[in-house]
C-alpha cells in the first residue's frame, strides 16, 4: 500500500514547525528512532534517524496489544466468538478445577477494556510456566469489569484466543485478513517460551506498518470502499471506556482507555508501546503521527515527544493548503534525510589516562554475572572492551563522537554505542540496542593506578541481565 506523499504546505502545516518539532526533541535529548506524519492521506514528512532505515525492523512493544484488539474485532464479525463470552470457556485445558469465580466470569470484553481481575501481569510471577495459564491461575485481586488496571496477560491470553479461533499466528491472520494494507513480509511477532505470539508486548515490524494501522482505524476500518474491519468495532475501540486516572504515568495517558487503545489529549486516540511507540491520531486535526523511539530510562520522555508535537505543530496547522515555501521545505528535507541517534560526547577523547591503561588486563573479583576479565584498548576515535563472560571471550566496540555499530555479546542483538570521557580517569559507554530488543546498556569505567571499577546498568526489558551491578578488577599481577 503506497501513500501519496506531498509537501506540509501542501497540507496546511508550515516546514518551519517541523524543524522545531525536530530541534525540540534533539534539544531534550529524546532517543527518536523515526518519525512519520501524515495529513488529509498525504505523507508529509518521514525520517529515520540512523542507524536505523526504512527497513529496519522495530521492536513495537504494547503497541501489539492494538493489533490484538483488532484481531478480536474480525473473528467477532466472522461469528468465531462474542466479547460477552466468558474468556474460560475457551481454555478449558489451562482451567484449574477449583477455579477463582471472579476469573470464571471475566469476560473477553473485560479483557479488551484492561478491567480484568488482576491488578498486574500475571506471568511476570513465574516466567517459565506456562504464560498464558497463568491468567487463569494466579489470585485475582478483585472482580473483573470493575476497575483499569494495566495487564498485559490479558492481552497476550487474547493473542492465544485469537490463534486458537483462527488456527494461525495472529500475526499472518491480520496480514491475511487486512492484506490490503500489504503489512511488511518481514515483520513477526515475538513468542513466549510456550510458543504462543506475544500479542501484548512482541510485534516487531517497520514504522510503515505503523502508518498503515493507523491508516486503517483513522478510516474506521474502510479502505478505498471496502470495510475490511467493522466500522462500528473501531469507533468503540478508540472510545473511552475506561478511566485511566488514578494509575497512569503521564498527563497524555491519563484520558481514558478503549479496546487495547488510548485516549489522549486533543480528543485523539494512541496505539501505544514502551518506550515511545506511537501511532497517534488527531481526528479535529485529521493528523496521523506515528514515532519509534527508545525513552526507556528518561524520566518523561514520552511527554516530551506528546508535548513537542502539541507545541509545535498543532497551533500551526490551517485548514487550507498553504504557499509553497521551496527553502524551508528544502531545509526541512535535508534535516530529515541526515537525522541520526546523537553519540555522546562531541570530539575525540582527550583524557591522558588512555595511554596508561590502553591494553592493561584486569582480574575481576568473583562475581555472580561470572566476569572474569577485563581489557579497554583505544585508538584515536574508537575504544573497545574485551572481557570473558560465562568462559567466552566477548568485545564491544563504541567511538568517540561516533557510533560503532557491531553484535552485541552473548545475546547477539545489533548495537550502536558510543563513548565519552567524563573525567580524567572515567569513561562513560552507552550502547543502544536496535534490534528485536530495544534499549541501551550503560557502562561507567574508573580507571585507578592499579585497578578498575564498572558499573553497569541496562534498561531494556528481558535481556541483558549480566550487565547490571557493579565489578572490582585488579591489573593482572596486583592481586
Keep these: 500500500m503506497n501513500f501519496k506523499k506531498g509537501s506540509p504546505e501542501s497540507a496546511g502545516i508550515p516546514s518551519g514547525c517541523l524543524l522545531h518539532f525536530l530541534d525540540r526533541l534533539q534539544k531534550k535529548q529524546v532517543p527518536m528512532h523515526s518519525f512519520l506524519l501524515m495529513r488529509h492521506d498525504t505523507l508529509i514528512a518521514e525520517g529515520y534517524y540512523a542507524p536505523y532505515q526504512k527497513d529496519t525492523l522495530h521492536r513495537m512493544f504494547s503497541i501489539s496489544k492494538s493489533f490484538t484488539s483488532i484481531a478480536i474485532g474480525l473473528l467477532e464479525a466472522e461469528g468465531k466468538l462474542s466479547l460477552d463470552d466468558p474468556i474460560v470457556s475457551y481454555f478449558p485445558d489451562k482451567i484449574p478445577a477449583n477455579v477463582h469465580p471472579w476469573i470464571a466470569a471475566m469476560t473477553i470484553r473485560d479483557m479488551l477494556m484492561m478491567r480484568t481481575c488482576h491488578a498486574a501481569t500475571t506471568y511476570k510471577v513465574d516466567m517459565k510456566s506456562d504464560w498464558v495459564e497463568s491468567f487463569f491461575t494466579v489470585p485475582p485481586t478483585h472482580p473483573a469489569g470493575k476497575l483499569f488496571h494495566y495487564d498485559t496477560s490479558s492481552a497476550h491470553t487474547l493473542c492465544a484466543l485469537v490463534e486458537r479461533l483462527s488456527g494461525m499466528p495472529m500475526l499472518d491472520y491480520l496480514k491475511e485478513k487486512l492484506s490490503v494494507l500489504e503489512f511488511s513480509g518481514e515483520s513477526y511477532m515475538l513468542t513466549d517460551p510456550f510458543g504462543v505470539s506475544m500479542g501484548g508486548s512482541g510485534l516487531v515490524a517497520l514504522p510503515s506498518d505503523l502508518l498503515k494501522f493507523g491508516y486503517l482505524l483513522s478510516h474506521d476500518g474502510n479502505?478505498?470502499?471496502?470495510?475490511?474491519?467493522?466500522?462500528?468495532?473501531?469507533?468503540?475501540?478508540?472510545?473511552?471506556?475506561?478511566?485511566?486516572?488514578?494509575?497512569?504515568?503521564?498527563?497524555?495517558?491519563?484520558?481514558?482507555?478503549?479496546?487495547?487503545?488510548?485516549?489522549?489529549?486533543?480528543?485523539?486516540?494512541?496505539?501505544?508501546?514502551?518506550?515511545?511507540?506511537?501511532?497517534?491520531?488527531?481526528?479535529?486535526?485529521?493528523?496521523?503521527?506515528?514515532?519509534?523511539?527508545?525513552?526507556?530510562?528518561?524520566?518523561?520522555?514520552?511527554?516530551?515527544?506528546?508535548?513537542?508535537?502539541?507545541?509545535?505543530?498543532?497551533?500551526?496547522?490551517?485548514?487550507?493548503?498553504?504557499?509553497?515555501?521551496?527553502?524551508?521545505?528544502?531545509?526541512?528535507?535535508?534535516?530529515?534525510?541526515?537525522?541520526?541517534?546523537?553519540?555522546?560526547?562531541?570530539?575525540?577523547?582527550?583524557?591522558?589516562?588512555?595511554?596508561?591503561?590502553?591494553?592493561?588486563?584486569?582480574?575481576?573479583?568473583?562475581?555472580?554475572?561470572?566476569?572474569?576479565?577485563?581489557?579497554?584498548?583505544?585508538?584515536?576515535?574508537?575504544?573497545?572492551?574485551?572481557?570473558?563472560?560465562?568462559?567466552?571471550?566477548?568485545?564491544?566496540?563504541?567511538?568517540?563522537?561516533?557510533?560503532?555499530?557491531?553484535?552485541?555479546?552473548?545475546?547477539?542483538?545489533?548495537?550502536?554505542?558510543?563513548?565519552?570521557?567524563?573525567?580524567?580517569?572515567?569513561?562513560?559507554?552507552?550502547?543502544?540496542?536496535?534490534?528485536?530488543?530495544?534499549?541501551?546498556?550503560?557502562?561507567?569505567?574508573?580507571?585507578?593506578?592499579?585497578?578498575?571499577?564498572?558499573?553497569?546498568?541496562?534498561?531494556?526489558?528481558?535481556?541483558?541481565?549480566?550487565?547490571?551491578?557493579?565489578?572490582?578488577?585488579?591489573?593482572?599481577?596486583?592481586?
Excluded at 498527563?251 to 518506550?275: D, H, L, T
Excluded at 497551533?315 to 515555501?325: G, K, N, S, V, Y
Excluded at 591503561?357 to 554475572?369: A, D, E, I, L, T
Design 223 to 479: 479502505i478505498d470502499g471496502t470495510q475490511l474491519v467493522s466500522a462500528s468495532y473501531i469507533k468503540t475501540a478508540t472510545s473511552h471506556l475506561s478511566d485511566t486516572r488514578i494509575t497512569a504515568p503521564l498527563p497524555s495517558e491519563a484520558c481514558g482507555y478503549g479496546y487495547q487503545i488510548w485516549r489522549s489529549e486533543k480528543n485523539g486516540f494512541v496505539c501505544y508501546g514502551m518506550g515511545g511507540q506511537f501511532i497517534h491520531y488527531l481526528p479535529d486535526y485529521d493528523l496521523l503521527f506515528v514515532t519509534t523511539a527508545d525513552t526507556q530510562g528518561l524520566a518523561g520522555g514520552n511527554q516530551l515527544i506528546y508535548d513537542a508535537l502539541y507545541d509545535e505543530i498543532l497551533p500551526f496547522i490551517q485548514a487550507d493548503p498553504l504557499p509553497e515555501d521551496q527553502k524551508t521545505h528544502t531545509e526541512l528535507l535535508s534535516v530529515l534525510s541526515s537525522l541520526a541517534i546523537a553519540p555522546l560526547g562531541d570530539s575525540a577523547m582527550t583524557a591522558a589516562v588512555t595511554s596508561q591503561v590502553s591494553g592493561k588486563r584486569y582480574m575481576f573479583k568473583p562475581n555472580s554475572s561470572e566476569f572474569t576479565d577485563f581489557t579497554a584498548d583505544f585508538t584515536n576515535d574508537e575504544g573497545c572492551f574485551t572481557f570473558t563472560l560465562h568462559g567466552r571471550p566477548c568485545s564491544i566496540h563504541f567511538g568517540f563522537g561516533k557510533l560503532v555499530c557491531g553484535q552485541f555479546p552473548v545475546y547477539d542483538q545489533r548495537y550502536a554505542a558510543s563513548g565519552v570521557w567524563v573525567s580524567e580517569n572515567t569513561l562513560y559507554v552507552r550502547a543502544h540496542v536496535i534490534d528485536a530488543f530495544v534499549g541501551s546498556v550503560h557502562f561507567e569505567v574508573v580507571f585507578g593506578d592499579a585497578d578498575v571499577t564498572v558499573f553497569m546498568r541496562k534498561q531494556e526489558e528481558s535481556l541483558f541481565g549480566e550487565f547490571q551491578g557493579h565489578l572490582v578488577g585488579m591489573v593482572c599481577g596486583c592481586l
